[in-house]
């Protein structure tokens, strides 16, 4: 792997560190963060090995995790360096993937009423009959609407984490700084640094 400039180093660490605050705040329990590239990642949050609660069975855990999901994303762009960066970065298209089953269940419930589609399989669903093109009127529609909700769920999600990270932008700073200067930290010397910013 390339020699990594300070500014790069600087913008990785702005995006763990927006997951670790809003994570630490969504109470989403996490083992490290660090700034070391390991297998795939420049930077990663390692999250501990229980089971996350099924999408779907926790509206309030699942909002929490598309916060934390979206934070790297939205710390990068309040953050130093360019604004377009963030949605361009390899560590946001992989956030993005793990937020679209969230994404996808609230779209499909939030069109349930309106067609009885139901659960994370209704768009791929309607993904597959409008490419086998064995679809008429009422389908077209329906993947309107679910497109339409999976827009407006996340555009929610942002606007909300951008709130979330904006109230506690000390913390999100006190964590890249400790990122940068010491590679990796753990859920408790997070949780310390997070909790001396805030007071």
Same mark, same amino acid.
Request: net charge positive.
């Given at each position: 792997?390339?020699?990594?400039?300070?500014?790069?180093?600087?913008?990785?660490?702005?995006?763990?560190?927006?997951?670790?605050?809003?994570?630490?705040?969504?109470?989403?329990?996490?083992?490290?963060?660090?700034?070391?590239?390991?297998?795939?990642?420049?930077?990663?949050?390692?999250?501990?090995?229980?089971?996350?609660?099924?999408?779907?069975?926790?509206?309030?855990?699942?909002?929490?995790?598309?916060?934390?999901?979206?934070?790297?994303?939205?710390?990068?762009?309040?953050? /130093?360096?360019?604004?377009?960066? %963030?949605? @361009?970065?390899?560590?946001?298209?992989?956030?993005?993937?793990? *937020? &679209?089953?969230? $994404?996808?269940?609230?779209?499909?419930?939030?069109?349930?009423?309106?067609?009885?589609?139901?659960?994370?399989?209704?768009?791929?669903?309607?993904?597959?009959?409008?490419?086998?093109?064995?679809?008429?009127?009422?389908?077209?529609?329906?993947?309107?609407?679910?497109?339409?909700?999976?827009?407006?769920?996340?555009?929610?999600?942002?606007?909300?984490?951008?709130?979330?990270?904006?109230?506690?932008? /000390?913390?999100?700073?006190?964590? %890249?700084? @400790?990122?940068?200067?010491?590679?990796?930290?753990?859920?408790? *010397? &997070?949780?310390? $640094?997070?909790?001396?910013?805030?007071?």
């Amino acid at each position: 792997m390339a020699v990594r400039t300070r500014v790069q180093l600087t913008r990785i660490a702005f995006h763990e560190a927006g997951h670790v605050v809003a994570s630490y705040l969504g109470r989403r329990r996490f083992r490290y963060a660090t700034i070391v590239p390991e297998a795939d990642y420049l930077g990663c949050v390692y999250y501990t090995a229980h089971r996350e609660p099924d999408i779907g069975s926790n509206p309030r855990r699942d909002r929490a995790r598309l916060v934390s999901m979206y934070a790297g994303m939205v710390a990068q762009m309040i953050g /130093p360096g360019p604004r377009m960066l %963030a949605w @361009a970065s390899r560590g946001a298209s992989s956030d993005m993937e793990q *937020a &679209a089953p969230i $994404i996808h269940y609230w779209a499909a419930r939030e069109c349930y009423y309106r067609y009885g589609l139901w659960g994370q399989g209704a768009f791929d669903e309607l993904i597959t009959l409008i490419e086998s093109h064995s679809y008429d009127e009422r389908t077209r529609a329906m993947y309107h609407e679910l497109c339409e909700a999976r827009s407006r769920i996340h555009y929610r999600a942002i606007r909300e984490t951008e709130a979330v990270l904006e109230a506690h932008w /000390p913390a999100v700073e006190a964590v %890249a700084s @400790a990122l940068l200067e010491r590679k990796r930290i753990g859920y408790l *010397a &997070a949780r310390a $640094i997070i909790d001396a910013a805030l007071n």
